[in-house]
């Protein structure tokens, strides 16, 4: 199985930052992987398929790249509405797994 | 617009049984390979199941093989989620997610979650 690891746990930044989170995989999983958000109480919203792809919808501040077994999620200019927690996710095996997630604080 | 809602979710004990249904509007379920991902309270995401879109092929976490089982019914536009010996440990919100059409195979939607609590 493919293990998930993203870094850090939790960070605090203030809007206008740029925000680097990443995604390691246990193995190579090429560019099956995925971003999303989840605000609190609510479901997740897909922003990045395969490692760069942004979704239709989701702001160009939103950015990922990487491939194999290190990804990375960056967010220019933080703004208010992107504090929330980021998941990364591997749909490269059968078995899907996701990172432990990284939540986004206002400082 | 492409609409998942999930229900059945409930107190149940431990040992017990429950079955989530997955309601599907919008578009096609049929066309589609669908997912079920649970979060436990106050803790991160948990991929659990996967169903091929005519459910020929299921693939399933290991915590939960053989005691879970989805099916669907493309004709009832429903997914379902069967849900034997349950555990404290399977006290999560449970969401359906569509698998999207890209080759990467991303959960483009997802419904609002149920709420199953495993205690005695």
């Known amino acids: 199985d493919f293990q998930m690891t993203q870094s850090p746990s939790s960070l605090s930044a203030s809007v206008g930052d740029r925000v680097t989170i990443t995604c390691r995989a246990s193995?190579?999983?090429?560019?099956?992987l995925n971003w999303y958000q989840q605000k609190s109480g609510k479901a997740p919203k897909l922003l990045i398929s395969?490692?760069?792809s942004l979704q239709s919808g989701v702001p160009s501040r939103f950015s990922g790249s990487g491939s194999g077994t290190y990804f990375t999620l960056t967010i220019t200019s933080l703004q208010p509405e992107d504090f929330a927690t980021y998941y990364c996710q591997q749909s490269y095996g059968s078995v899907r797994s996701f990172g432990q997630g990284t939540r986004v604080e206002i400082k | 617009e492409v609409q998942l809602v999930e229900s059945g979710g409930d107190l149940v004990q431990p040992g017990g049984s429950l079955r989530l249904s997955c309601a599907a509007s919008g578009f096609s379920l049929g066309t589609y390979w669908m997912s079920w991902v649970r979060q436990a309270p106050g803790k991160g995401l948990e991929w659990v199941a996967n169903i091929k879109h005519d459910g020929s092929d299921m693939y399933y976490v290991d915590s939960v093989r053989g005691r879970f089982t989805t099916s669907r019914d493309n004709s009832k536009n429903s997914l379902y989620l069967q849900m034997n010996s349950l555990r404290a440990d399977d006290t999560a919100v449970y969401y359906c997610a569509r698998v999207g059409p890209s080759v990467f195979g991303a959960f483009d939607y997802w419904g609002q979650g149920t709420l199953v609590t495993v205690s005695s």
């Open positions: 193995q190579r999983i090429s560019n099956y």
């Open positions: 395969g490692a760069s």
